[in-house]
């Protein structure tokens, strides 16, 4: 079939350029040439957004496995902490004295046993403490696959260092066993099917470019979910949006990798060979920028994105690197939409991206101390002390009104230090009544704890220094994230490890598990 027939045909069908997508929609007949056969039946560009929907399922399914444990965790601790309450109560109301005779003399193993457990109780009492565990608590099984689970992945990988600098950092041997799946499974996804390439770039374009471009397109959802501060991933696995970030900086790398895929293929086979340029001017008028310009307009801020990302680059222009890198993400969505002129899916991917970036800015409006009208902190925030401690080190008081938990932390803005920084602290105080604010009894004490080094920390303890102790600023608090994921009380043994400044992240755990355990309500026997 020559190059005039094949624009004849499709200048008969008076189809639109959005009816004929991207790969060239040529259709068959009785002397359609076996190219043209095997382009609309092996891997007919139509069901090419079936690798989109590969990578969906695979992101789907690994956040589903990761919820699952998360709830099976919270019920089993929940269930075990139950038990041990119950089990605390019983024991109080049986060694409780007659009301009636405040003196009465218990029996023997009462009260002394209370105060003072034997180590050998009688034949027949059990230890105080004890708690009878149900089977449903503690499945054996579960247990120890989790069990071998962590022991294997959780252990870290050495940093490539020079001169007592870090070169080279990895993540958790977790995270790179997922990412390695990742990188498989994208591969094998792209370059199993086949064929790779068309015999002519006349009867499409290349299969592995369709399939590693709509696979990039998927991931970008991802990408942006996993950057975001409030977000649903957060909220179901209960992995803090510092800890995805980790998948979102390599989801980035994967992307980009996915998109050199996509874009060789085309200097491979170009448009230009084999009489393609004609037909697809039929497609796309000439100087509209589509064919390549589109692509190369992506590639340019992707390719901007991920190698400032680089921790080595990235600690070197970091101000430069926070500064520009909303905006120029914001120009590379735009573009995408200009690239893929809604063919397939690949909108609908976009559209889901912007609708994820919506809603978590619309949720972090919930964690502002100064956006909830029913509070005292509504529009000009909260009050913040600065005191100077010993061993170098700053306290911020800030009495609020907001809750957190122990391990959480916060992104602190102080207009009156420094009006456009934006810093994260671990919260160093617990959030309960029994630790009440001067305030008064609706407020609780946030309390931040640190040592100054540079940058918003040094400008801290200068203002600090020149204003004097009395002097109290306005404090915008973005939070509370992150958080430990199960319950320390949970447990029969807990063991904390911190060191210098590091205790802060420590402080409000401790504080937490100590009240619990005087209340009776941590299964905690060793600290």
């Given amino acids: 079939m020559a190059t005039s027939d094949i624009a004849l045909s499709l200048r008969d069908g008076s189809q639109t350029v959005a009816e004929l997508g991207k790969r060239i929609l040529i259709p068959l007949t009785p002397s359609s040439p076996p190219g043209l056969v095997e382009a609309n039946t092996v891997d007919p560009w139509s069901k090419a957004g079936k690798y989109a929907l590969g990578w969906t399922y695979f992101c789907l399914v690994l956040v589903f496995l990761v919820t699952v444990t998360r709830l099976y965790h919270l019920w089993t601790d929940k269930l075990r902490q139950a038990m041990f309450k119950h089990e605390v109560e019983k024991r109080v109301a049986e060694y409780a004295p007659d009301p009636e005779f405040q003196l009465y003399n218990l029996h023997s193993g009462g009260t002394a046993d209370q105060l003072f457990p034997r180590i050998f109780p009688h034949e027949g009492e059990k230890p105080y403490g004890e708690v009878t565990t149900s089977h449903w608590s503690s499945i054996g099984v579960v247990n120890d696959t989790l069990a071998l689970f962590r022991w294997i992945f959780y252990r870290p990988i050495p940093e490539l260092k020079w001169k007592k600098k870090i070169i080279l950092g990895f993540p958790s041997l977790a995270v790179i066993a997922i990412l390695l799946i990742a990188l498989t499974f994208v591969t094998l996804y792209c370059f199993l099917p086949q064929p790779l390439y068309w015999q002519s770039i006349r009867f499409g374009s290349p299969p592995l470019a369709i399939r590693a471009g709509m696979i ?27 800890r995805l970030g980790v998948f979102h900086r390599w989801g980035g790398y994967l992307c980009l990798f996915l998109s050199l895929v996509h874009a060789i293929p085309f ?179 946030c309390t931040l704890v640190f040592r100054p080094f540079g940058g918003f920390t040094r400008k801290v303890l200068n203002t600090a220094i020149e204003k004097g102790p009395m002097k109290t600023y306005r404090a915008y608090l973005d939070g509370p994230y992150g958080g430990m994921q199960r319950e320390l009380a949970a447990f029969e043994t807990v063991i904390l490890f911190a060191g210098g400044s590091g205790i802060t992240a420590i402080v409000s755990q401790l504080l937490n598990l100590i009240k619990r355990m005087r209340d009776g309500k941590a299964v905690t026997k060793k600290l």
């Fill in 216 to 242: 990039a397109i998927a991931m970008t959802p991802w990408i942006i979910a996993t950057s975001m501060k409030a977000n649903l991933i957060s909220m179901l696995t209960g992995i803090g949006h510092d």
């Fill in 267 to 445: 200097y491979i086979q170009p448009v230009w060979d084999d009489g393609g340029m004609s037909v697809f001017y039929k497609l796309f008028p000439p100087g509209s920028g589509i064919i390549y310009g589109s692509g190369i307009a992506c590639l340019v801020p992707l390719c901007w994105l991920c190698v400032l990302s680089l921790p080595i680059i990235r600690s070197k222009v970091y101000e430069l690197f926070v500064l520009l890198h909303i905006p120029v993400a914001m120009i590379y969505v735009a573009v995408l939409f200009w690239h893929c002129k809604n063919f397939l899916t690949s909108w609908s991917y976009l559209y889901a991206t912007l609708a994820i970036w919506g809603l978590s800015y619309f949720l972090r409006i919930f964690n502002l101390n100064w956006v909830n009208p029913w509070r005292n902190s509504w529009i000009i925030g909260d009050e913040a002390a600065i005191t100077l401690m010993a061993e170098n080190a700053i306290k911020i008081t800030i009495p609020t009104q907001m809750i957190w938990r122990p391990g959480q932390y916060v992104y602190l803005r102080m207009p009156g230090i420094s009006i456009f920084e934006n810093h994260p602290f671990t919260i160093s105080s617990l959030c309960s009544e029994d630790f009440p604010s001067e305030y008064g009894e609706e407020y609780r004490d």
